[in-house]
């Protein structure tokens, strides 16, 4: 298979935080076909990966956080707008220009839910993932880490509507049971701390 199929690409719209971008590509017969693709890049940054070899930051973080006093999984509720409801998450967030991944855990953690970062655990943590690779090419690392503290909404920004739970292993067990609305990737976190608590993050 050619590492590179893309051979234009071709920016649509742009806006402070995703671009929408047409992207000429050919298939695996070898026609030419169009792919509509939403990323968190600018037109430079995306074209200098596909044409340049330019290798990719991440783009995000997500926070798998245990607090330590309590035992318990980190867990947010946010209002989504494309929901027009509530879902359950995992505290997550941007990363800020070229900060490090630690930092934007630690801002993204106490933004969020008013909590402390103590730790994180590097041999659980995985760099880079996708969660919709046939729409975005956002990438998001998945951070394993142990936190302290009172819940505060003291660091919430204006746009951000969120409640923060802090959930047993029991507690995950019996949301995971209801006809809530929950991120995929939460979903797959509280499966395993409902299966395994507090060892996940060992």
């Known amino acids: 298979m050619k590492y590179n199929r893309i051979r234009k690409l071709s920016l649509l719209a ?33 074209k200098s990966q596909y044409f340049e070899g330019v290798e990719g930051k991440i783009d995000a973080v997500i926070i798998a956080a245990l607090h330590k006093d309590s035992k318990k999984i980190v ?25 490090s991944m630690e930092t934007s855990v630690m801002r993204e953690l106490k933004e969020e839910t008013g909590l402390d970062l103590t730790e994180i655990n590097y041999e659980r943590t995985r760099k880079s993932v996708y969660a919709s690779a046939g729409m975005t090419d956002e990438s998001a690392a998945i951070v394993f880490c142990c936190c302290e503290g009172i819940v505060s909404k003291d660091y ?12 047993s292993q029991k507690d995950a067990e019996e949301l995971l049971k209801t006809n809530a609305k929950i991120d995929m990737r939460a979903f797959i976190m509280l499966q ?11």
Do not use: M
């Open 156 to 167: 919430l920004e204006e746009d951000e509507d969120i409640e923060t739970a802090l959930l």
């Open 75 to 99: 867990c947010i509720k946010q209002f989504r707008v494309p929901l027009n409801d509530y879902v359950y998450e995992l505290p997550a967030g941007l990363v800020d220009g070229d900060e």
């Open 14 to 46: 742009s806006t402070k935080f995703l671009s929408l971008y047409d992207a000429e590509y050919e298939n695996r017969t070898g026609k030419t076909k169009h792919w509509i693709i939403a990323s968190r890049k600018d037109f430079t940054t995306l």
């Open 192 to 202: 395993a701390f409902a299966g395994l608590g507090e060892k996940l993050f060992e």
